[in-house]
């Protein structure tokens, strides 16, 4: 059993962390290539705390404050810089925070935070905090597809002028899907820390931030569903490939270049595709 | 004196930047794509480099073949993995560029071995002293002139031929080329054999360098010529020259003045930030 | 249809059951190591090192008349894969036992997870202070990097007898530790720390700092480092024209080292744990046995993880009962003489042994000296 809930959780996590990054990318419109940044922050923040002895459901709030705090930051930053550039200042953000994390012995440096504690009620305790929070995040990002807000967030992704136009406040907009987006990533990087129970600065490089930002894309970008299922089967892809030892990583990587290559609109394009066959039979 | 060597150094690190970053804008200011598997293209490059050389074949020969045959890689690249995503958003074929990335680079493992490979003699590791007590080998200083070379022939070409004519053209705007009878498929063949040409030279001419390659040596060049293109204020040419140099000198600098603060790469994204909150559409820019 | 199903599933059911049948009686001891990523070289050396030790264990007659068997997975030296694997190796592989042949992050996510189960694991180059800090159950094999930056002080202050030494470290764990045991001796031995300088495992080109350290003019420069960082260090240092010693460590340790660095790596001297020139026969049976499986000779981390296997095996044979426990108490208890030298461990599951230092002559590492001033190289113990 706590093999399958391991794997669980790190499947929860997962979730919660691409559909963080989802809101950001998929429904505002925004490239970020930097998101492990805030999964870090919120990993650091959450670790330091529950070692002095506060209880995780406490210890991620001020772990999501955190990182959203700094996810306005970046939000102020992506109201100057747009697209491209945007994507690559946020992958600055990334390298930044790597950077800095490392030099800090007060964050344990280059040697990391090891010995975090397990939570209450232990591996099963933690999925079922991991499962809320992820059911939480789900249903947030349902409700604001739905509400006046998803409605804006889509027309800036569409197109910013255009929905300035409309007297839509693109950088109000802009910012509550940052601040929103790395609060997210925050929880997600506190339940992690005491998943694993060690972090160091190379588990939230940029490798990290490309790895979710694949979960997006080849979900669907700003498919709720479709990301979901990437990133649960991204998560544990690894895991699941044990067998084909040599060739694991070259599956990895050539999975998600054919998924893109032949099926562009990824997870949720597919099972669209197929639904509306059936529709037309 | 030391502040001279510095610079130096830089510089040589600059033209490696500039060579691989080249590839990268002229593949942006074609299709406004994000390249990231053009690094895989610089490992190969570096990989037929030091196997010819190794089976007994001249470094000129070994950097033109792999020249060539990363030129014509590339055009498959993008007949293959570019040109049927053209029409869709520039993320899937970013996401994809990276899928293809991860894949080469373990394909490298698989065939090359994971330990890498090194020239059995190396060429060109001449020293030459340059001034007093200051050493350059050979090889860094044929980085900084062939670089200059390719560059400043690119650059003839854009400006004077027809085909720079129509490749310029179909940057600024590919539909009003066409109409003026530009093959722009053509054009984007050239450009992609240019561009992935100029990261085998790098490649090879890093190897000559560490006399180590590796399946991973494009990790690193595939997020930093990214940084670099975009320091350059994207599609721009000369811009992406002047930020490979810049970044090579800062960060020459940086490594010994702030390395105890700061990581290489934390001190290159610092600047890349700073230089894109005051002047967002990068250093240099048309527009 | 149904004829070709049968016989195919018969097959597949053969197939299955087979390995099973033959490993009937056998022993499970788990392994993970990088086996696909960046860390591939340095995770495929280790897993050849540890099969190497359990077929030696293996044709002397296994464990009690019992055959020792790896099961080996691939953590990408990843915590946030080896962790999970960690729980399925000790859950459903059963394992009595595991191993690491990883980096320090997976091994320490890893450690955390034997602990909590109870379940003895040996890490066998991870250098992370805190690995053997998860708890009795977690052991190392190797030295913690402050344990060879000291040894690396008193070679160049007392030994070899240059007191200006620069120092370029590697930005990881291991740099960074190394650097502090070599500070912390450094005064002891006379040593003047002229500059410091820093660079990220990323790193092949180093001219800037080149040039700087030239400018210092120093007696040694005491760089840590991989083969693959401190192959294109070595090679830029000399083409610069900087003739002084060069004293690594450990992760050097490689023939790719030499092939990389070529001539320049004549009179490198390094602190690590395999004496090539060793006249013990374990040590020799490894080095020739290695190179005859791997096709290539051998380095550090194939040592660590064939130390690491006979370290078990031996446990394993004199443990009082199958019980965890028993075993724990056999590991800690352990005496044993293997490819890296005599074994044992402290109160906290460190390796206590001598540090063997080697040199680069005509192409080979060779016997340089070895340190076995108990004091000097005391891990820590809590």
């Known amino acids: 059993m706590s093999y399958e809930i391991a794997v669980l959780t790190s499947m929860s996590i997962a979730i919660l962390f691409a559909l963080s990054l989802n809101l950001i990318t998929g429904f505002c419109g925004q490239v970020s290539l930097g998101h492990a940044a805030f999964y870090g922050i919120g990993a650091y923040v959450a670790a330091m705390l529950t070692k002095a002895d506060l209880a995780l459901p406490i210890a991620l709030i001020p772990a999501a404050v955190m990182a959203g705090l700094v996810g306005v930051l970046v939000g102020i930053a992506s109201l100057r810089v747009r697209h491209d550039f945007l994507a690559i200042t946020t992958m600055g953000v990334g390298f930044l925070f790597v950077g800095i994390v490392r030099k800090q012995d007060a964050l344990g440096g280059e040697i990391g935070i090891s010995g975090i504690p397990s939570v209450a009620f232990g591996r099963p305790g933690l999925l079922l905090l991991a499962l809320v929070c992820m059911v939480l995040f789900i249903l947030l990002s349902i409700y604001i597809r739905r509400s006046w807000l998803g409605f804006a967030f889509e027309s800036i992704s569409d197109d910013e002028d255009t929905a300035r136009t409309f007297g839509i406040d693109v950088s109000k907009f802009k910012l509550l899907a940052f601040v929103v987006g790395t609060a997210g990533a925050g929880i997600a990087g506190g339940l992690y820390a005491h998943h694993i129970r060690f972090i160091g600065p190379d588990s939230f490089g940029f490798v990290e931030s490309i790895t979710v930002l694949a979960m997006v894309i080849v979900g669907g970008i700003g498919s709720i569903a479709g990301v979901a299922v990437a990133a649960a089967v991204l998560a544990t892809l690894p895991l699941w490939l044990q067998f084909v030892d040599d060739y694991k990583l070259l599956i990895y990587g050539s999975l998600i270049f054919i998924t893109m290559r032949f099926a562009p609109t990824g997870i949720a394009g597919i099972v669209h595709t197929l639904w509306q066959k059936r529709q037309a039979k | ?287 | 249809m149904t004829k070709i199903f049968k016989s195919l599933s018969f097959a597949v059911f053969m197939a299955l059951s087979l390995p099973f049948a033959a490993f009937a009686d056998s022993i499970k001891i788990g392994f993970n190591a990088p086996l696909t990523g960046f860390a591939a070289a340095d995770g495929n050396s280790a897993r050849v090192g540890a099969e190497l030790a359990v077929e030696q264990v293996n044709s002397a007659g296994g464990i009690g008349g019992k055959q020792l068997e790896l099961v080996i997975y691939d953590d990408q030296a990843s915590p946030k894969e080896s962790a999970p694997l960690a729980v399925k190796l000790i859950t459903q592989d059963n394992v009595a036992a595991g191993i690491s042949g990883s980096y320090s992050g997976a091994t320490r996510a890893a450690a955390t997870i034997y602990q909590e189960s109870n379940v003895p694991y040996i890490s066998a180059y991870a250098v992370h202070p805190d690995i053997t800090r998860a708890g009795d159950y977690v052991f190392r094999t190797s030295f913690v990097g402050e344990v060879q930056g000291r040894a690396g002080a008193k070679l160049i202050g007392e030994m070899m007898g240059h007191k200006r030494v620069v120092m370029i470290t590697l930005n990881n764990d291991f740099g960074k530790s190394l650097a502090n045991g070599f500070k912390e001796k450094a005064g002891d031995f006379g040593i003047e720390i002229v500059n410091e300088y820093e660079y990220s495992i990323k790193d092949r080109e180093f001219g800037a700092i080149v040039s700087k350290a030239k400018s210092d003019e120093p007696g040694a420069i005491y760089a840590s480092g991989y083969f693959f960082t401190a192959g294109p260090l070595v090679r830029q240092l000399r083409a610069a024209g900087i003739e002084v010693p060069v004293i690594g460590q450990e992760g050097y340790d490689s023939q790719k080292f030499i092939e990389i660095a070529g001539p320049d790596a004549e009179g490198v001297i390094i602190t690590t744990s395999l004496d090539r020139d060793s006249a013990d026969a374990v040590t020799q049976d490894f080095i020739s046995g290695f190179e005859a499986k791997a096709g290539y000779p051998s380095d550090m981390v194939a040592a660590s993880a064939h130390t690491a296997v006979l370290v078990m095996a031996d446990a394993l044979a004199r443990a009082a009962d199958e019980s965890a426990a028993a075993l724990r108490e056999a590991i800690a208890g352990a005496s044993v003489m293997a490819s890296t030298g005599q074994i044992s461990f402290n109160a906290l599951g460190e390796v206590q042994k001598d540090v063997q230092i080697q040199i680069v002559k005509d192409g080979n590492w060779r016997h340089y000296a070895v340190i076995s001033d108990t004091e000097l190289l005391a891990p820590p113990a809590e």
Do not use: C
């Open chain 2, 1 to 287: 004196m030391l502040a001279i060597e510095l610079v130096i150094q830089g510089i040589v690190q600059g033209a490696i930047y500039a060579l691989i970053a080249l590839g990268l804008v002229l593949v942006y200011g074609l299709l406004r794509i994000l390249h990231v598997a053009h690094a895989a293209l610089y490992t190969l490059g570096a990989y037929i480099g030091v196997i010819i050389v190794n089976q007994g074949g001249h470094i000129i020969f070994a950097t033109a073949v792999a020249m060539v045959a990363v030129g014509f890689v590339g055009i498959g690249v993008y007949r293959f993995a570019y040109k049927p995503l053209l029409d869709k958003p520039p993320l899937i074929a970013l996401i994809a560029s990276i899928g293809l990335f991860i894949a080469a680079e373990e394909i490298y493992r698989i065939i090359f071995g994971a330990y890498g490979m090194s020239f059995a003699q190396p060429p060109l590791q001449q020293q030459i002293e340059l001034f007093k007590g200051f050493h350059l080998s050979t090889a860094r200083i044929s980085v900084v002139i062939l670089s200059i070379l390719f560059i400043g022939v690119l650059g003839w070409l854009a400006a004077s031929t027809r085909t720079g004519i129509a490749w310029r053209a179909t940057v600024s705007d590919a539909g009003m080329a066409a109409s003026f009878g530009v093959n722009i498929e053509k054009v984007r063949y050239i450009n992609f054999f240019i561009g992935s040409a100029l990261a085998a030279l790098a490649g090879v001419m890093v190897a000559l360098l560490n006399n180590l390659v590796e399946p991973t040596m494009g990790a690193v060049p595939a997020y930093k010529a990214l940084a670099i293109i975009v320091l350059g204020g994207l599609g721009s040419v000369r811009g992406t020259l002047v930020a490979s140099i810049a970044l090579g000198i800062i960060e020459s600098f940086g490594t010994i003045y702030l390395g105890h603060v700061m990581d290489r790469d934390a001190i290159a994204f610092t600047f890349l930030i700073i230089v894109l909150m005051i002047r967002p559409q990068g250093l240099l820019t048309r527009r």
